[in-house]
Each structure stands twice: as C-alpha cells, then as structure tokens.
T-cell receptor
Framework: QQQVKQSPQSLIVQKGGISIINCAYE??????FPWYQQFPGKGPALLIA?????SEKKEGRFTISFNKSAKQFSLHIMDSQPGDSATYFC???????????FGSGTQLTVLP | DAGITQSPRHKVTETGTPVTLRCHQT?????MYWYRQDPGHGLRLIHY???????DKGEVSDGYSVSRSKTEDFLLTLESATSSQTSVYFC??????????FGQGTRLTVV
C-alpha cells in the first residue's frame, strides 16, 4: 500500500530549465509535506516543506505547490543547475512525531 | 550531519547471523527513527522511538527489533539476517514537531 505516489521516476532537464516533480497522497490526516534531496552516498536532507493551510511556499529557486482538494503537491525547481542533479523524495507525516511516509523518488539530471 | 553518527557504515554478513546497527545523536532530540532504502521504494520506516524505552513499529518492522536505553542511542537488531534485508539503513532524529535529520547511512549486505 503506497500512501504517497511520486512521479516521474527520472527526469532530465537542460540547465536553466524548470524541473517539476509531482506527488499524490491518500491519507487526509497528513499535515506536513517535506521534500528531501539526496546525493549519492549521503543521507536525505530537507529541502523545503509545507503544511496544508497554504497553497504555495517558495525558498529561493525551489517552490512547493499544494492542492489540498486534489491531495497533490509538487516541487518546482526554477533555473535548474547541474548541481541540482540528485534524487528527490516527497514525503508526508502527521502529528508531532516525524514518522515520514516517502514517495519512491525521482532521479533528476540537469544537463550542462 | 546534525550530530548523528551511524555505525558501522558498511557491513557484510552471512545469512542467519545476528546484526546490530547503532545510531548515536548529540542533539538530545526526543524522536529517533530507523528507515531502510531500497530502489523503487524510497525510504520505509522500520521502527521509531519517542523516548527512552518507548518504541513502536513502522511499515516494515518484521524481522527487526530496536532498543533505546539512553536518549542518545538507538539500536536496530536483525536477529537472523536474511538476503531480503540487504539494504541501506538510515537513522533519523527530530525534535517535537521539527524537521527530521538523517544520518549518512549504513550499507548492509547479507550473503
């Protein structure tokens, strides 16, 4: 039972382009939606997170768009750079403990 | 890495042997977690702890046990390792309602 579905599995973007990764969730009790970035051989690192009371959050080149009624959220990376090449995971959790349910990941490659 | 140390970083073990992975934190965070990462599955929660001697099961807890006798240490034990437990294991920590920080991971191979 996959409670958070992520797409696409892989994404190739030209430098300067926009990268878009989508996630959908099932459990309406989720109240925290983070995105993690992972480089090879490293642990995931928090990139940006959103709560369902807002529809969009922006931090630098990274934006989360959130659609509560559709139970979907997405990550937009503007002006994508080769250094952004990594695996990105969406996740969701509920309550004060961060028991995260992860999507299956998207491997992003930004071509120079 | 937010004061998280996982040990060992790599381990090869034989089927049927017991294995213990250690997670040590210096942040005094309340919550600690063990996840496993496998291709196509993202990260899946094995067990988590919400205090000393307080633990609970996650999504993929079968074949694993945990213990937390001190705030700073969270141990994951595979009582009898199987090939299906070959994976990369990540420990994470978080404070109350705060973001989760992940360790560098332990690559476990069961042969």
């Amino acid at each position: 039972q996959q409670q958070v579905k992520q797409s696409p599995q892989s994404l190739i973007v030209q430098k300067g382009g926009i990268s878009i990764i989508n996630c959908a969730y099932e459990n309406t009790a989720f109240d925290y939606f983070p995105w993690y970035q992972q480089f090879p051989g490293k642990g995931p690192a928090l990139l940006i997170a959103i709560r369902p009371d807002v529809s969009e959050k922006k931090e630098g080149r990274f934006t989360i768009s959130f659609n509560k009624s559709a139970k979907q959220f997405s990550l937009h990376i503007m002006d994508s750079q080769p250094g952004d090449s990594a695996t990105y995971f969406c996740a969701a959790s509920k309550g004060s403990a961060r028991q995260l349910t992860f999507g299956s990941g998207t491997q992003l490659t930004v071509l120079p | 890495d937010a004061g998280i140390t996982q040990s060992p970083r790599h381990k090869v073990t034989e089927t049927g042997t017991p294995v213990t992975l250690r997670c040590h934190q210096t942040e005094n965070h309340r919550y600690m977690y063990w996840y496993r990462q496998d291709p196509g599955h993202g990260l899946r929660l094995i067990h988590y702890s919400y205090g000393v001697k307080d633990t609970d099961k996650g999504e993929v807890s079968d074949g694993y046990s945990v213990s937390r006798s001190k705030t700073e240490d969270f141990l994951l034990t595979l009582e009898s390792a199987t090939s299906s437990q070959t994976s990369v294991y990540f420990c994470a920590i978080s404070g109350q309602g705060a973001e989760a920080f992940f360790g560098q991971g332990t690559r476990l191979t069961v042969v």
